[in-house]
């Protein structure tokens, strides 16, 4: 896609960022209501209603900056946040205004964030970043780096499953069924807090490089925020690697961290409004208009 193609995307109507509303919901922080309080314990993971209009807050209890990843999905699991199309959009690291999309046939802003504040200082440089979009740690990688580590250790990924299985929709499902979502979702990308990253172009290796750093402590408190745009389940792993300032899983401590819901009173902007496409899709499917015979060798 060229720039120019892009910039027409992100500025379209149904995409571009109203600062003006996030700032009405910024400026009203004194007179919000809380809705509830809960600690995010060490590795677990937990799924937290955000109802639109409401703001969810992670705090860190202590100075440690405790590794969030964090996946949303609506209470009826059809729209979930969709990396390729936030990170595209938004850029591949959070600050305050962050939208965080959801997925094809539906994109929407499911949650936007409204407060950062990890100081600047967090990162050593403009090149890093204190949040940003990725994939989380799984019992293969740890695995690979720890080759030591019992089968039930944990992981992010394990404490996202944790987290989905208390989703009341999946929580209900037959044990197959539920089973197949709980990884299904798991497994998709999502974004971090509280990490040192970036990305960047390695001279050496003549490669685009992801690179981590230890995060340095934070002022007890500190805290990040996202305004929920509908109804979601913000799903938050503990990351097992804590702040990363251990060399090795296992060795590491893991902080609690408190999440807490509060009311705004402010609703939503509307949703971008989409034609519908599904159907027209399936019509040239079943019609023969698009190939529709089962590949096989013969």
């Known amino acids: 896609m060229s720039d120019d193609a892009h910039l ?3 500025n ?3 995409m571009a960022l109203n600062k003006d509303f996030y700032d009405s919901v910024i400026a009203q922080k004194a007179s919000r209501k809380p809705v509830y309080k809960e600690y995010l314990q060490p590795h677990t993971g937990d799924a937290f209603l955000v109802e639109a209009g409401q703001v969810i807050r992670a705090e860190q209890v202590g100075e440690m900056a405790q590794i969030l990843d ?6 009826d699991l ?4 969709n990396y390729g199309h936030s990170a595209p959009m938004e850029g591949p690291y959070l600050s305050t205004y962050t939208r965080c999309w959801s997925n094809s046939g539906y994109l929407h802003p499911m949650a936007t964030m409204v407060a950062d504040e990890v100081p ?3 990162a050593p440089n403009k090149e890093w970043s204190k949040h940003f979009w990725m994939f989380h740690c799984n019992p293969e990688w ?3 780096a720890n080759p030591a580590l019992h089968v039930g250790h944990s992981s992010c990924h394990t404490n996202f499953m944790h987290g989905m299985a208390r989703i ?3 929580h209900a499902m037959p044990e197959d069924e539920r089973r197949k979502t709980i990884e299904f979702l798991s497994n998709m990308c999502n974004f971090m807090t509280f990490q040192v990253f970036r990305t960047g172009w390695d001279e050496a290796s003549e490669k685009v490089i992801m690179d981590l750093l230890p995060g340095p402590h934070v002022p007890k408190g500190t805290g990040v925020e996202f305004y929920a745009e509908q109804d979601i389940y913000c799903v938050i792993s503990s990351c097992p690697w804590g702040d990363m300032q251990a060399g090795k899983l296992g060795e590491n401590d893991i902080a609690p961290v408190e999440i807490s819901v509060w009311e705004t009173g402010i609703k939503p902007q509307p949703r971008p409004e989409w034609r519908e496409w599904k159907s027209e899709f399936y019509r040239q499917l079943n019609s023969g208009d698009r190939a529709n ?3 096989t060798e013969d």
């Open 168 to 170: 009341p929709a999946i």
């Open 12 to 14: 379209a109507p149904q």
């Open 70 to 75: 964090w996946f949303m999905v609506s209470p």
């Open 293 to 295: 015979t089962p590949r």
């Open 78 to 81: 059809t729209e979930c946040l």
């Open 8 to 10: 027409a995307i992100v």
């Open 120 to 122: 600047d200082e967090f």
């Open 142 to 144: 740890n695995q690979a």
